[in-house]
């Protein structure tokens, strides 16, 4: 587990995880702000490298989700989404669009911001705009994460060495491995 720790904190692993993170089926909650949290205390001289990664990466995965919400269209979204939700987040969308769905990547969790990306997929909303907004609002709320992490980085390297981050990191795992079981049976479901 700690090796699998350790490449998750790799500028790679930072980039991958942002990719999942922004996918459709992936579940974990807060992951990629620890993670740049992580690797900015670590490596403060770097703070400004690793949003542009956990950026880079949430696009190719949130590029993708919208991609797929495209492809699967509007019928679809009530599988994928919950009906209970979706009324409220299309009206929010047709509303505002690309503004609305890249600016919820501001947003941390439990807000639902797979459910934007591909109802924007699946609504028509404008890829490279959305992906534009989205670009801006992931570097502010990972640069954010960074340079404050670069503020209290001996307090942070401290938590990591701590037996209480260890419990963290493997409830964090379990969560992850449930959650994703969870999105890839509701993303099977809805398309299949």
Do not use: C, N
Not at 131 to 138: M, P, Q
Request: no cysteine; charged share 15%; glycine share 10%.
């Amino acid at each position: 587990m700690e090796s699998l720790l350790e490449w998750f904190l790799s500028p790679l692993g930072l980039f991958l995880l942002a990719v999942l993170d922004s996918s459709v089926v992936f579940f974990l909650p807060l992951a990629l702000d620890l993670v740049v949290v992580l690797l900015a205390a670590r490596q403060p001289e770097l703070f400004w490298l690793f949003p542009l990664l956990a950026t880079a990466g949430s696009l190719v995965g949130a590029g993708a989700t919208h991609w797929i919400g495209a492809r699967v269209g509007d019928a679809t979204l009530p599988k994928l989404v919950g009906q209970h939700k979706l009324d409220a987040l299309v009206a929010r969308l047709e509303k505002r669009g690309a503004l609305v769905a890249g600016a919820a990547g501001l947003i941390p969790p439990p807000f639902p911001f797979t459910a934007y990306v591909i109802a924007a997929g699946a609504l028509g909303i404008d890829r490279l705009r959305f992906l534009a907004v989205l670009a801006g609002a992931r570097l502010v709320r990972t640069g954010t994460a960074a340079w404050v992490a670069t503020r209290y980085g001996e307090e942070i390297q401290g938590w990591r060495e701590s037996t209480s981050f260890e419990a963290v990191v493997a409830i964090t795992i379990a969560i992850a491995i449930l959650g994703t079981g969870w999105g890839v049976w509701r993303a099977w479901r809805g398309v299949g």
